[in-house]
């Protein structure tokens, strides 16, 4: 069970400044949604607590580490990324895929000892993919290929999880479905998760916390009513909305009025 | 390491790995090379002895019979047809494919193609005492038979009378065949001064261009200075076009050959199919002097590039071709 | 398991046969007999001949090892570089290192070297360093500070190669009679008998394919993408340097005694991906154990089609190896595989 702490994280992406000091934390067992126009900095921001961006200013840490003096593989074994399903890797069968999300605990040739083979066969099981086990990734349908990629996000046991718009490309069971995971997840196994989308009814639905991003800087944070007004969703992206409260949950509901 | 010492590091241990493995190399027969300026053999003309017989090729290497070579492998056609010419054809045991001079060389075993890998197979199986290579093979093929126990005698082409000679005195001495080598010297000695001779009274030096290939007949082949071919066109009396470029085997562009006009144009590659024809109906030809005047002939491209005894008919048909009026 | 089996049983055939068959006829049994001799501490009376016995032991059996390590590296590369670039047209030679070594070997061929300089050695070293130049100057044009683009790198490895290319051209038009002695080289095959070869080889491609084997499992995961790969605690540009260094290195070593023989770096690896799927940690040995097979089955047939010449053997592959790679496209068409 571990935080993620970002402080004053400033991020440039080919000599445009992308995130300017951005502070936020994520606890274990929270879901911090992050939303934003596009171009805000929302996958930068994921690229970048991955390791796989550079930093330019600013510090990264998990509890009390820095992850800036970390390598590849320490970073791995405490934050696991589920990116946007592309169909790279087709080739692969699920469990192999997954396997590979063991990668950081793994020797060198990537041969699974018994916790692996375990960490594996339950995360398979979390993302109903037992019985798919066996199909190669390409066979399967966009659903099933972001679940191989959560089920692979899980097999990295890590404290940390972080989504960068998994439901995308899904259609609207499959998204339902991949956001109630997520939030199982964070509150079954105490994962801090910070997911990033453009869904602002699913992030209302599934996250505790609401993280919004226009133009590189953070410009509200706090519990989903408090972050999804009308007037932070009109300054943001430019689009007049209603907000209303779901009749069953009370959270807010964005409904887009036209001009 | 740093990754820009890598490299260096690496090639480094290549050349550790090369001299550990160039110092083991010893071949069965003959030494290492040795420093020689003149790369001819230093043999004497007289009939062979029984004593070891010991010459250096033309790579500088000393090679050791010990007694004339009853079974030969000819690796080039002039050395086929030097071997036959000078008696030596019973002790021809091996040719390549392309030696089809003279007739008694066909029921000589061939050991195949010498392009690209060498047949040594083949070779091996013939069991010769001495195989004699010429310029084709390259340096690190004779070292590659060396090594598989074979004497090899490399000879470089003679690209005149004289080096002809030398040649053949050398494959004399190796065959036991001394006299029956300075009979046939002599003969073409003979030859070529009726032919300085019969020249001595010619008032004009053509000038002459030999198209080798036309495969691209805007840019012809042709030969320059340090070829036997070139060496025959100076004998004939004339001025070689192609001794204008500078390489041995030039590649001359029509643009060149129509502004400088030669005055005859031989064509070597007349057994391809060219003709005088479809040479003055090339573009641009019909202003060039042999064109016009009709001095474009086919000439045999055997006699006249297989750098072996046969140059001396090359040289009296070209000198018969460019001064038709000193040769009856 | 049964896939390695059937293929180490194929090389065994192989090496087999390349021993008894060759230009000159030999009967198996005398082959036997003479290997067994040449064995230390056995001793046969001799019933063969002299010239036989040099035949088997100083021309086919170093030569048939010398075309297996050949094979074997081209292939083990070969699967390496098509991973690490996560593209099926990848080959050995993709970055430059058949250019190069044609270039440098070309060069030495051109210089008339005075005889005490001369070296059997000298053109493969040449050709060696001629391919790793070409290597590190294709590196240093591609990288970006401390990262190299792939993109990049392949783009870059083609403007040298085809700069290489035409150098070397030009050096064989404007040097004598050099051509056939080139294009032996470009066509692939070794001027080289003997053992001296072998050795020299050996422990470039055994030192190179062995450290290739332990990338197998960081190769399956950079399929995935370089930031997949980078955020599942694979060290990427590491072993992006480590794999194009090894790799380059395995192949130049092979080309520089072997000439360029193309083909078998290309189709190899994806015969063994059909077969046996797409996990490199398989697919990189399998590649070396099928490599070496199908270079000495593809150098059989060049030496005793025409024999007693030989044809180039990179003929024999590309005249083998075009319709092989056509059926290799229709099965693709039909399942996935890559």
Known sequence: MKSVQVKELCLAYDGFQVVKGVDFTVAPGEVLGLIGPNGAGKSTLIRALSGVLPIQSGEVWVDGTDLGTLSDSQRARLIAVVPQAEPLGGAYTVRQAVMMGRTPYMNWMGNPGPRDQAFVKRALEFASLADLAGRRIAELSGGEQQRVLLARALAQDTPILLLDEPTSHLDLQHQINLLSLVRRLAKENHLAVLLAMHDLNGVSLCADRVALLVDGRLVALGAPDEVLTAENIAAAYRAQVEIIAHPRYGTPLVLPLQD | MSRKSFLPALLVLFALLLAACGGGATPAVAPEFTATTAPQATATSAPPTPTPIVLVDGLGREVVLAEPATRVVALSTSITESLFAIGAGDQVVGRDDFSTYPEEALQVESIGSLFGELPAEAILALEPDLVIAAETIAPEQVTALEGLGLTIFWQANPINFDDLYANLREMAVLTGRGEQAEALIASIQARVAAVESALEGAEDRPLVFVELDATDPDNPYTVGVGTFLDTLLALAKSENLGARIDSPWPQASSEFLIDQNPDVILLADADWGITPEAVAARAGYDTIAAVQNGQVFPIDSYLTTVPGPRMVDGLEIIAALLHPDLFE | ?338
């Not at chain 3, 080139?182 to 050795?199: E, M, Q, R």
């Open chain 3, 1 to 338: 398991m049964r896939l390695f089996s059937l293929t180490f049983a194929v090389l065994l055939a192989a090496l087999i046969l390349s021993v008894v068959l060759g230009a000159v006829w030999i009967s198996p049994v005398s082959v036997l007999q003479i290997i067994t001799d040449a064995l230390p501490g056995v001793e046969l009376s001799e019933v063969w001949s002299a010239a036989h016995a040099a035949i088997v032991l100083d021309i086919r059996l170093p030569h048939a090892i010398l075309i297996a390590l050949t094979g074997a590296a081209l292939a083990g590369s070969g699967a390496a570089y098509q991973g690490l670039f996560r593209n099926p047209l990848a080959d050995p030679y993709l970055i430059g290192v058949a250019s190069g070594a044609g270039l440098g070997a070309v060069a030495a061929m051109a210089i008339h070297w005075p005889t005490e300089l001369w070296n059997l050695y000298l053109i493969p070293a040449a050709a060696f360093l001629g391919a790793m130049l070409t290597i590190w100057l294709v590196y240093q044009l591609a990288k970006v500070r401390n990262i190299v683009p792939l993109t990049t790198l392949i783009l870059a490895g083609v403007a040298v190669g085809s700069f290489a290319s035409a150098l070397t051209s030009f050096l064989m038009l404007r040097s004598d009679a050099q051509i056939y002695r080139a294009i032996s080289f470009l066509l692939g095959g070794s001027p080289l008998t003997g053992w001296d070869p072998v050795l020299a080889v050996l422990p470039y491609v055994i030192l190179g394919l062995g450290s290739l084997i332990f990338f197998g499992h960081p190769l399956n995961v950079l399929q995935f993408g370089e930031e997949q790969a980078k955020q599942m605690g694979v060290s990427v540009e590491r072993v992006k340097i480590y794999v194009i260094v090894i790799a380059s290195l395995t192949t130049a070593a092979a080309v520089a005694f072997s000439g360029v023989i193309g083909f078998v770096g290309l189709i190899v690896p994806h015969l063994f991906r059909l077969l046996g799927g797409p996990d490199y940690r398989k697919l990189i040995p399998l590649s070396i154990i099928g490599g070496a097979a199908a270079l000495l089955l593809a150098d059989m047939l060049a030496r005793v089609l025409l024999a007693p010449s030989s044809l180039p053997v990179g003929i024999v592959t590309a005249l083998a190896g075009a319709p092989f790679f056509l059926w290799i496209l229709r099965r693709a068409k039909r399942e996935v595989f890559w």
